[in-house]
């Protein structure tokens, strides 16, 4: 089974940070940076996690959430 190297980006980080309605300054990125620069993943984990972010994407696009707040 191939692995695929992942590459996290300042950019990754921003964009997760903005999720997570945070804000990092430029010694946390770099840390986060460091900390994420080895990830290697066999394919199926790859596919799997793509796979999860497109559905993820689709379901916030459509605006569908399984919101268990609501009852």
């Known amino acids: 089974m191939s ?3 992942i590459k996290i980006t300042r950019e990754d980080v921003l964009y997760v940070a ?5 804000e990092l300054t430029d010694k946390q990125i770099e840390k986060v940076l460091e900390t994420t620069k ?7 984990t790859f596919w799997r996690i793509v796979m ?5 994407s689709i379901k916030d ?11």
Do not use: G
């Open 3 to 5: 692995e695929v190297a």
């Open 61 to 71: 696009v459509l605006n569908i959430h399984s919101d268990y707040d609501d009852e």
């Open 18 to 22: 903005k999720q997570l309605k945070v």
């Open 52 to 56: 999860e972010t497109i559905e993820y």
């Open 38 to 44: 080895d990830i290697l993943l066999d394919d199926e």
